[in-house]
T-cell receptor, first 114, second 115 residues
């Protein structure tokens, strides 16, 4: 069965510092995709970054990078130079067969402190 | 990327009533997805709506409670029927991207409170 685990219900980070949000996954399928989404208090889901299971390099998108450790089945999100606007819920998700359905973790609430 | 709009953005409803949520996409898509996010929880897939066929419901969700319409390739509705306070959630419409990454795009959500 597919499973996504986020063990950090809440995290705090000082403005301008870097923070790592943890995500582990479980799938027996060799082909899958890993995603991170940000959900501000407004409720919308904002796509941040993607890592494919066959990608050799860690994905990066601006201040976001994904620390992909395939053997450990982890896909941690690193946010560099945190900003106050980064305060939100962050969800890790996996797309995997069958049906390529998306499976979401329980989320991590990030608070950036001025 | 896809631009998705939802109506209403929020509503407060009385128990026993029904609410229909509309989802409009700015491009034609084969599949549209409806998710529920209960307070403080993650997203749970309710059903997948394909144009021209019956929606496919996930375990724990039934058509009588969450009827879905998909009249064309850019529009879908989700009805929450005979509501109870446990139905208070954010309901999100979603479509899949068409590119290599194939990410999910989400609408802004409908925040429903049932009293």
């Amino acid at each position: 069965a597919q499973k996504i685990t986020q063990t950090q219900p809440g995290m705090f980070v000082q403005e301008k510092e870097a923070v790592t949000l943890d995500c582990t996954y479980d799938t027996s399928d060799p082909s899958y995709g890993l995603f991170w989404y940000k959900q501000p208090s407004s409720g919308e889901m904002i796509f941040l970054i993607y890592q494919g299971s066959y990608d050799q390099q860690n994905a990066t998108e601006g201040r976001y990078s994904l620390n992909f450790q395939k053997a450990r089945k982890s896909a941690n999100l690193v946010i560099s130079a945190s900003q106050l606007g980064d305060s939100a819920m962050y969800f890790c998700a996996m797309r995997a067969p069958p049906g390529n359905q998306f499976y979401f973790g329980t989320g991590t609430s990030l608070t950036v402190i001025p | 990327s896809a631009v998705i709009s939802q109506k209403p953005s929020r509503d407060i409803c009385q128990r026993g009533t029904s609410l229909t949520i509309q989802c409009q996409v700015d491009s034609q898509v084969t599949m549209m997805f409806w998710y529920r996010q209960q307070p403080g929880q993650s997203l749970t897939l309710i059903a997948t709506a394909n144009q021209g066929s019956e929606a496919t419901y996930e375990s724990g969700f039934v058509i009588d409670k969450f009827p879905i319409s998909r009249p064309n390739l850019t529009f879908s509705t989700l009805t929450v029927s005979n509501m109870s306070p446990e139905d208070s959630s954010i309901y999100l419409c979603s479509v899949r991207g068409q590119g290599i990454v194939d990410e999910q795009y989400f609408g802004p959500g409908t925040r429903l409170t049932v009293t």
